[in-house]
């Protein structure tokens, strides 16, 4: 062999020695840099939001009123403690009274059901931005809970929540840090045989229904029929709540509206750029309605299948939790960027399984891509002219049915995998 022929093969071995080291086997997210990384964003976080709530700023109204979705949260909530929370469901009043609150024309819909304008109407007793903080800084503190109760590492848990999707959905005062942590809990509750706490938990996310589509499918499949009506009794209990304080009418007001939701999502009255679905990334290459309605036909069909296949032929959550919560998010054609917060949870089991029994090849690269993606997707959008939103849930079910796959051929590692360097006791 020459010597430059042993050049080459010194120089192709380094390639392949970097390419196994960095994506491979991700070696480099070690504890010591992801903890760096951690700290970072949280400062950065916690400065960012008392800016954002203390500091005169471009977020704000000449009047200092925030505009921020949260605003529509609280005063769906203030008209509840006034008597007329049908108001809320009715776009020319609500935007009347946002109007005359802020001084400005800017205007947030309001489309959640009653249930979660009661829930607001707690938070509505506060001042605006009081409400704003403990709203926040309640319903993040509960998905840091429970991402503790999956991996049992409060350190871990911490990081969880410090990423991306988590602070992109602070900033707007959204609700998938609660949608996340309720779903976290119902996975909880089914991987720990507390079902009926699991069916609870799933009573309260019909706050924002279209995230637990397929979850009568994956109860059914596992042939979990305690939850599924445990889940039925806490629905209906949770909506005669809602009626009985609230009034039957503003139901009837909350059905009336539900066509203008439609027509937004078809009009592009929320523009596709900042959704995350199969429509709107169809729509934003520039296909029409009728077309982007039929391929988010065929991914949700896809979804429903890999939800029925996981949960019918495995009690492993590092698998179901994957698989349910990425075809949550495929099969609904109406979800913005923060609802990125719900890949928190089957993150949460696949670090867990992976620092137990070992992480398969790529599998911590792509988790990290796509912790790393979960707040910037429409950017990268429109830097690309390309829609990439749909390839983080698609990732995670991915990563599930792989595991799956795996588990059935029995040749899951157990020793000498790729792990995160480091050990962590808290």
Request: glycine share 8%.
């Amino acid at each position: 062999m020459t010597a430059s022929q042993e050049e080459q093969l010194e120089g192709k071995s380094a390639d392949v020695g970097l390419w196994s080291r960095a994506v491979r086997s991700g070696d480099w997210l070690t504890w010591d840099r992801i903890g760096f990384a951690c700290l970072c964003s949280g400062v950065g976080f916690t400065a960012g939001f008392i800016w954002m709530l203390v500091i005169p700023n471009t977020f704000g109204s000449p009047n200092g009123t925030l505009l921020m979705d949260y605003l529509s949260f609280w005063l769906a909530g203030k008209q509840a403690l006034l008597g007329t929370p049908e108001l809320a469901y009715i776009p020319s009043e609500f935007s009347a009274i946002q109007n005359k609150l802020s001084g400005t024309d800017t205007v947030f819909g309001f489309f959640y059901p009653p249930t979660f304008q009661l829930m607001q109407s707690v938070f509505a007793l506060l001042p605006y931005k009081v409400a704003f903080a403990a709203f926040v800084g309640l319903t993040t503190g509960l998905l840091c809970v429970s991402c503790r109760l999956i991996t049992g590492n409060w350190l871990l848990a911490a990081c969880l929540i410090l990423v991306p999707a988590c602070a992109n959905n602070a900033f707007h005062g959204q609700n998938a840090a609660l949608t996340a942590s309720l779903y976290a809990l119902f996975l909880i509750g089914v991987e720990r045989h507390k079902l009926i706490w699991a069916g609870i938990a799933l009573g309260i996310l019909t706050i924002k229904p279209q995230l637990g589509v397929l979850v009568p499918v994956a109860l059914i499949a596992s042939l979990n029929w305690k939850t599924f009506l445990s889940a039925s009794v806490a629905t209906l209990a949770f909506a005669g709540l809602s009626a009985a304080v609230l009034g039957i009418g503003v139901w009837q007001a909350f059905w009336l509206q539900a066509p203008v939701a439609t027509a937004m999502m078809e009009l592009g009255g929320v523009e596709w750029i900042k959704m995350i679905s199969t429509y709107a990334s169809v729509r934003q290459l520039g296909l029409g309605h009728l077309p982007a309605i039929a391929v988010q036909t065929v991914v949700s069909l896809i979804a429903l299948a890999c939800v029925w296949i996981a949960w019918r032929r495995t009690d492993d959550m590092a698998v179901r939790a994957p698989v349910l919560v990425g075809a949550a998010l495929l099969v609904t054609p109406f979800a913005l960027s923060y609802d990125l917060t719900l890949l928190v949870v089957p993150c949460a089991f696949l670090i867990r399984d992976g620092l137990k029994n070992g992480f398969l090849p790529y599998e911590k690269f792509i988790l990290a891509v796509i912790i790393m993606l979960s707040a910037s997707t429409s950017p990268f959008a429109i830097w690309l002219g390309f829609p990439i939103a749909p390839l983080l849930p698609l990732g995670i079910l991915w990563l599930g049915m792989r595991r799956m796959a795996i588990l059935r051929d029995q040749e899951r590692p157990s020793k000498g995998v790729d792990q995160i360097s480091g050990t962590v006791s808290v």
